[in-house]
């Protein structure tokens, strides 16, 4: 019985924890997929939009950087370098949002994923939608 319970507060942990996340930036929970695979992005920070595998895109590692908190500083920055602040990508243009707080605007894009995914300037990213974080030298830094 203690196993099991220590088992479930694992697993929820886990999931809390990701949720966690996703709640720490404006519209988490809504992230265009560039892919188009499935209408969100719900693995923020990572190289594919359904698994939290160990790749994370350079949203990921900056966000991770910055002790997972969204600052004005943060929002400002174009970490998938396609000329967008994550603030602008992610719908808090002004870099006001606080946690738990209604985002100005709707995400319009993702923050590490450099959008056109194929386009010139996102070549830095070795990365493509048939291959995510299996692309051949993909790593999301430019
Ligand atoms: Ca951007």
């Not at 949720?19 to 594919?48: A, E, K």
């Not at 970490?79 to 709707?106: A, H, I, V």
Request: charged residues 15%.
């Amino acid at each position: 019985m203690i196993i099991k319970s220590a088992i479930i507060f694992a697993i929820v942990g886990v999931i809390s924890g990701r949720n966690y996340y996703q709640d720490r930036i404006p519209n988490g929970h809504f992230v265009p997929n560039p892919c188009l695979t499935s209408q969100y992005w719900n693995t923020v920070g990572h190289l594919n939009p359904a698994h939290h595998t160990h790749l994370k895109n350079i949203f990921g590692h900056e966000f991770r950087a910055n002790g997972h908190v969204w600052t004005a500083a943060f929002c400002q920055m174009d970490s998938d370098k396609d000329g967008k602040s994550n603030g602008e990508e992610l719908g808090d243009p002004n870099c006001t949002w606080q946690p738990g707080q209604t985002p100005d605007g709707s995400a319009i894009g993702h923050p590490g994923i450099c959008e056109p995914v194929g386009d010139a300037r996102c070549s830095y990213q070795n990365f493509a939608c048939n291959c995510l974080e299996h692309c051949s030298g993909v790593d999301g830094y430019p």
